[in-house]
């Protein structure tokens, strides 16, 4: 599926999400609320159980991704969660492929170089 370079966080997160789905994860998307900082999806495998994930777009350049993209709230949950034995990543989002970038206590920058040689494409097949 080309996705194109307008397509929002959500539209690509929806897709990354449908992927999730047709493999046999479980994945929903959760809402915005006062529950500020709270990753936007929940994925559930067999594999690894409950994991959070918070999504992004990919910079357009240097850096992949980088911290001051997610919000203080956010990092706090992320970090929360890996720190305490939990899974917790940040999904970069790129126009025609995706990353998740694992919180390993800290939310750290994703080198454009990872991204580029790991990305998966939304049209791919587990």
Known sequence: M???RSKTERALGNCWAKLMSNVGHWVQ????????????WILVTAEV??????????????NAFVPSQCT????FFLEAVSRHGGEAYVLVLGPESWYLHRVKGKV????????DRFA???DLEF
Do not use: C, H, M, N
């Open 2 to 4: 080309a996705t194109g």
């Open 29 to 40: 998307k959760l809402p915005a609320s006062s529950l500020a900082g709270l990753p936007d």
């Open 108 to 115: 750290e920058f994703l080198a454009r170089e990872v991204y």
């Open 72 to 75: 203080k709230a956010q990092r």
């Open 120 to 122: 998966r494409s939304y």
């Open 49 to 62: 159980g409950i994991v959070l994930v918070e999504a992004k777009l990919l910079q357009s350049r240097g």
